[in-house]
Every structure is written in structure tokens, then in C-alpha cells.
């Protein structure tokens, strides 16, 4: 299975053993409330870049993928509030497809299954028949209808699963450029917030070297302007300087110690 994060009992939906089970949403995202970063796509750039850092990291197969930074201390995530409310007006795609998730299929890499964390607290098998049931609608959104096939709101998740693993295929490739013309370089960051000089920093990140990027040849630029990657550096490189507004979200500082400016 791809990254889990915070999928604690990830389970392949089987439309036999889940055939009864409904789904409820959650109130809020603090299952999210101690992850401090979050895989994001290269779609999601624009969008990313107005609230948070976005860094770059290898993982041992030598892949580059694209983070969204939430926190500048381990194990807190400035995103989510004491209630669990999201605290910015974009939530990553990563975060918004939980609980659910695609699975590999074993000796099958063409095609994925859908899974679903069971310990979430969303899902529940419908109530037994009673005769109260015909006067009470069941809770949640079925999953199966009852000739087993997903309900309307499953093809949906199905349906933003596949363009999520669709999107995460196109940003690797893309990123991967980054690692061959070695454009990549150790982001080591040291902040001291203004409003009480506590210090934070910022290790175990890449970011593109923008001395690298401007001695590219005119034809690599243009393959990076035609591929879109060229924008999506310099939507990253202007994400940077987010590092300073999230820190003064580290530890909730009143709104009187930080300027509208630097929130």
C-alpha cells in the first residue's frame, strides 16, 4: 500500500463481508492532528503554495516526491485546530481521501483494490432488520447497493481514488526531472519567530537550487515549460517563504503578537 501515515487498519473493501456497511463522515481532521507533512501533487501546487511550504523528499528507491510542510515541530500539525477544524481554506488531496485509500493487488501492478481504514470510526454495518427500521432511515451512505455493486457514493470515492493515483503517476514523472538534471539541493532552514524569538528548524528537506535551475540550456527550459514543471518550480520556490507564517502558528500565538501579514 502507498504511504499510510495515519491509516491505522487499512482493509481491502470486499463487497461480500462489507455488503452492509454504510459510511459517516467525520466532524473534523484530527486524525490528521500530529502529521507534520503530506504528500502532495504537482496539480495541487497552485493551490498548495498560498498556505504551505512545499519541500521535496527521496524515498529509498530513489523517487522524488513533493510535501506539504503543516508544522515546523514533530508530531503537531498547525493545520488542526482544538476541534479538529482545518484551519486553512485548502485541504491537501491526500488528507481528504481518508478513510480510504488504493491498494496494491499482489503479482498485479496494473491494477489497484479499494481499502478503507476500519478504524476510523466511519464505518458500520447497517442495523439488523426491525420493525422500527422501516420508520427510521439507516445512518451513513451504503456502500453496495443490493445487487452488490458500489453505491453512487462509492463510485464516487472510486472515481477520485483513480484521478489521486492518476496524478501521483504524473507528478513523479515530472518530479523525477529534478533528480536527473540535479536541481535538487539540502533545504536546512533556522527560524527565530519575531514575536518571542523562539527558534525552530527545518531539516531533512530538498528544494531546487535556483542557481542550478538558471544555468539550464534554452532547451531544457522550454521541455520544462512545456511539461508544466517550470511553473511548478517556481510555485515551490515562492512556497518557501510560508516557513515563517507557519511558525508563528507553532504553539498558537495570540492574534495580538502576529501581524494579519505574517498569519
Given at each position: 500500500m502507498?504511504?499510510?501515515?495515519?491509516?491505522?487498519k487499512p482493509e481491502v473493501l470486499d463487497r461480500t463481508r462489507h455488503a452492509k456497511m454504510r459510511f459517516t463522515p467525520l466532524a473534523g481532521y484530527q486524525f490528521a492532528a500530529k502529521v507534520a507533512s503530506v504528500p502532495v501533487m504537482v496539480a495541487e501546487f497552485p493551490l498548495v503554495c498560498r498556505r504551505y511550504p512545499i519541500g521535496f523528499v527521496e524515498d529509498p528507491e530513489g523517487n522524488v516526491h513533493a510535501q506539504a510542510i503543516l508544522s515546523?515541530?514533530?508530531?503537531?500539525?498547525a493545520f488542526v485546530g482544538p476541534e479538529g477544524q482545518w484551519s486553512a481554506t485548502y485541504v491537501p488531496a491526500f488528507?481528504?481521501?481518508?478513510?480510504?485509500v488504493m491498494a496494491d493487488i499482489p503479482n498485479d501492478k496494473s491494477r489497484f483494490a479499494i481499502a478503507i481504514d476500519t478504524d476510523s470510526g466511519c464505518f458500520a454495518p447497517e442495523s439488523p432488520e426491525s420493525p422500527e427500521a422501516t420508520e427510521t432511515p439507516a445512518k451513513g451512505e451504503p456502500l453496495f447497493d443490493e445487487q452488490g455493486e458500489p453505491a453512487l457514493f462509492l463510485k464516487n470515492q472510486i472515481?477520485?481514488?483513480?484521478?489521486?493515483?492518476?496524478?501521483?503517476?504524473?507528478?513523479?514523472?515530472?518530479?523525477?526531472?529534478?533528480k536527473d538534471e540535479c536541481l535538487l539541493t539540502p533545504l536546512n532552514l533556522d527560524i527565530t519567530r519575531?514575536?518571542?524569538k523562539a527558534r525552530f528548524g527545518v531539516r531533512g528537506l530538498l528544494a531546487v537550487d535556483?542557481?542550478?535551475?538558471q544555468a539550464l540550456s534554452a532547451e531544457k527550459v522550454h521541455a520544462f515549460l512545456n511539461s508544466g514543471l517550470l511553473?511548478?518550480?517556481?510555485?515551490?520556490?515562492?512556497?518557501l517563504?510560508?516557513?515563517?507564517?507557519?511558525a508563528n502558528r507553532t504553539g498558537h500565538l495570540s492574534d495580538e503578537a502576529v501581524p494579519w501579514w505574517a498569519k
Open positions: 502507498p504511504q499510510m501515515l495515519f491509516y491505522n515546523v515541530v514533530d508530531g503537531v500539525n488528507i481528504r481521501r481518508y478513510p480510504f472515481e477520485f481514488l483513480s484521478r489521486f493515483h492518476g496524478e501521483s503517476q504524473r507528478s513523479q514523472s515530472l518530479l523525477k526531472s529534478l519575531a514575536a518571542d535556483e542557481k542550478k535551475l511553473a511548478a518550480i517556481y510555485m515551490h520556490l515562492i512556497s517563504r510560508n516557513f515563517e507564517s507557519l
